[in-house]
């Protein structure tokens, strides 16, 4: 997995499998809603992503008043959070 901060967006390219990659995004997202309401998350090929950071996002939405803007680059992804009714929570797209 490889991951890129640039002002408010968070970019990451291959795929999302491991714990460690998960505190990884974790701990970008933590540093930047220091600084920042409107997150964009970028996931251009990740089939899934693990539960722990599903859960992880809907609280940063619901509980700490972030906006997040997820940006699906894969068609697996974006169905399974279409299917999950995250689409308004996580205000997903299609990249």
Do not use: C, P, W
Request: hydrophobic fraction near 40%.
């Amino acid at each position: 997995m490889q991951l890129n901060n640039e002002q408010n967006t968070i970019s990451i390219k291959g795929n999302i499998s491991t714990v460690s990659e998960f505190d990884d995004i974790k701990q970008n997202l933590e540093l930047m809603r220091t600084q920042h309401k409107n997150i964009v998350l970028k996931i251009y090929d990740s089939l899934v992503i693990n539960s722990s950071l599903i859960g992880y996002l809907v609280k940063v939405v619901n509980q700490d008043g972030v906006n997040i803007h997820l940006h699906a680059g894969n068609e697996i992804l974006y169905e399974l959070l279409d299917d999950l009714g995250l689409s308004k929570t996580l205000n997903l797209q299609k990249i």
